[in-house]
């Protein structure tokens, strides 16, 4: 099977445990406002590559990722989720680790989800903003299956790590980082929680693109406010 594919990382070290073989998938329905990967949008953008492919390259360096494994990222890559369940199919079936980095827009409860999650090892869980409505401003969807999905993780344990974008203005909110701290602390199957400083450096793609860059004036989160960020969510995790 082919799908619709960005771009291929052979050393990845940030997506994932371990280093990793990381699969850029193109196409994603939502638009959040500081994604820094707008190129990835439409899926049609995107090379087509055919699933052996993609697991022949892994195999030439499988050595190099002892520690690591595959991780599918974005975009979204949900939104081509039978190309995705094939790509993990293949790889699980050669006891390679397969990392899932979502947003969880796609989740509707479809039975097909429950074939990937039979293939896939980790989950990246980005929750965008705990607010319906911020959530809505801030990406042009709602949050509601993105939730329903993490709970349904949760439902069959699989191990999870969340992460959450903090940008000034936003999600760097006392409010806002509680309430998403006191969500997902009655969670059992979380490892682990990343802060994600906001940055700007895709801005210049934007322009590019000849796209509209909306935090154009929004300044990059410091290390001082990561630090804050944490302290607020950890100080409700520990409770």
Known sequence: MKGYIHSLETFGTVDGPGVRFVVFFQGCPMRC?????PDTWIKEDGKLIDTDEIIEKFERNRD???TGGITATGGEPMYQMEFLTELFTKAHDRKI???LDTSGIMYQGQPEVDRLMEVTDLVMLDIKHIDDLEHKKLTGHSNKNILKFAE???DISKPV???HVVVPGITYDKEELTGFASYIKGFS???KVEVLPYHSMGKVKYENLGIEYRLADTPQLTKEEKADAEKIINSILKR
């Open 33 to 37: 406002m500081y994604c820094h990967n």
């Open 64 to 66: 190099f990722y002892t």
């Open 97 to 99: 680790h397969t990392c």
């Open 152 to 154: 349904y993780l949760n």
């Open 161 to 163: 790590w969340i992460r």
């Open 189 to 191: 199957n979380i490892e």
